[in-house]
């Protein structure tokens, strides 16, 4: 008998040990998974990819539900997650819109020339009524330069929404915004909020670098384009400056950091293809000025 509770004595002590080194039942924090980057952002792959969730904060707009194309690297996913909430911190029933990330082991897809490698994520416009009510769209809607949506003439640009979202896209903690791919007009609005609100020169600097409208492609009027930075772990992973970029990324001593803002791209003057939400295709001239 005295063997028996000696040994459950035994037993208990040691039970209590290993509690006490593991810590709270329940608490244990799971394993992080790594994402990998493979490739460059139009030829590529993805490892391990983190699919983004949606909430209260973050909707999928509804042109771009099929196929589930919601997959990324975990920096880019948890940065946008991240950025969604601080939007909705500082201006509650904000929600921001998703688009197309990449699919769930990239590689190509449909109506993009990127998108492949988990490091690209398409993000609606925070749009508002005319009364300043926070709206939402099934699919991405184009804005002129004065803010208005060229298909409503009801709903607005929200220049303290889509500046929030900027800064805190480029502000982020974990992850490193490379581009921030829209169209000029809307480069020059924000800036020019920012420098009206009182943002920091140096953040301003940042956006000014980050921001800009691609060549040979359409122009970014109704979505921004956020790519992030090769991750940590993925060897395999093609970076791809831009612009000035790409001449101070072959200097030493973190040139990128102090880099100028690099002039507004001229506007395109050639037709372009527009595919829009709707997955149709159509011809339109470009003109001065849109």
Not at 50 to 78: C, F, K, N, Q, S
Not at 259 to 267: G, R
Request: aromatic share 4%; glycine share 8%.
């Amino acid at each position: 008998m005295r063997r028996r509770l000696g040994s459950l004595i035994v037993a208990i002590a040691a039970f209590t040990v290993a509690v006490a080194h593991a810590g709270p039942v329940g608490t244990t924090k799971p394993v992080r998974k790594m994402s990998k980057s493979v490739g460059a952002p139009n030829k590529g792959t993805l490892e391990g990819g983190v699919h983004l969730e949606t909430g209260p904060h973050l909707r999928v707009v509804g042109a771009y539900v099929p196929g589930d194309a919601r997959w990324g690297v975990r920096e880019l996913v948890e940065a946008i997650d991240r950025a969604a909430r601080e939007v909705r911190k500082r201006f509650p029933d904000s929600v921001l819109g998703v688009g197309h990330l990449s699919r769930k082991d990239g590689g190509e897809i449909d109506r993009h020339h990127s998108h492949e490698s988990g490091r690209d994520a398409d993000v609606a416009f925070y749009l508002v009524d005319v009364a300043g009510r926070p709206i939402v769209r099934e699919r991405f809607l184009a804005i002129l330069p004065n803010g208005i949506a060229a298909a409503d003439s009801h709903v607005r640009f929200d220049d303290g929404r889509n500046w929030a979202l900027v800064t805190a896209l480029l502000t982020d903690p974990r992850a490193r915004v490379t581009h921030v791919f829209v169209v000029s007009h809307l480069r020059t609005r924000l800036l020019a909020y920012a420098a009206r609100v009182g943002a920091p020169a140096a953040l301003r600097a940042r956006a000014a670098e980050v921001m800009m409208q691609p060549h040979h492609a359409l122009p970014h009027d109704d979505h921004f384009h956020v790519r992030v930075a090769c991750p940590p772990g993925s060897s395999e992973c093609v970076e791809w400056p831009v612009g000035s970029l790409a001449k101070l990324a072959k200097k030493p001593g973190g040139a990128l950091a102090k880099a100028k803002p690099p002039k507004a791209p001229k506007l395109p003057t050639k037709k372009l293809v527009r595919a829009r939400s709707t997955g149709h295709v159509t011809i339109e001239p470009q003109t001065n000025g849109t």
